[in-house]
């Protein structure tokens, strides 16, 4: 497109100065004319402007959507982390859901936080309890005591 607008504007140049004599005309008013005096076989030059645009576009779609799932598998790690040790820790997969359910009610940083001491879990399960209705209050602080028994031993 710039070629042709370029050439638009020495023809409009030559033009203007076999016209007026002297004066010469300014740039803008030259690029002005080049771009109303554009024939419809030069619009092919903005589609491949439009393609380029759209090609950048989608590859900023594709770095950004590459960044988001390799951060996103780093976040996961701490969970993955959790669920590997406590199979490792002998707790089945309903005491591990518990856990995650009680660490994203307190906003702790990782259910690994409530397998570290059997003051902490003993705690925050007490408080993810109160949340609760009465009836799933003791099954809760029943299944809490088992996990604990799993983890640390009858205290």
Known sequence: MIPLLLANTQKLAGAAGSRSGTTATPSWELMRDAIRNQQPSDSLGIWWLILLAGTLVGLLIAARTFRWIRERHLRSKPLRIFHHLANELGLHLADQWLLVRISRQQLLPSPLTL?????????????????????????????????????????
């Open 115 to 155: 397998i570290l001491s059997s003051s902490t879990l003993r705690h925050h399960g007490e408080q993810f309890a109160l949340t609760l209705s009465n009836r799933k209050q003791s099954r809760v602080m029943l299944h809490i005591a088992g996990i604990d028994a799993v983890l640390f031993g009858d205290n």
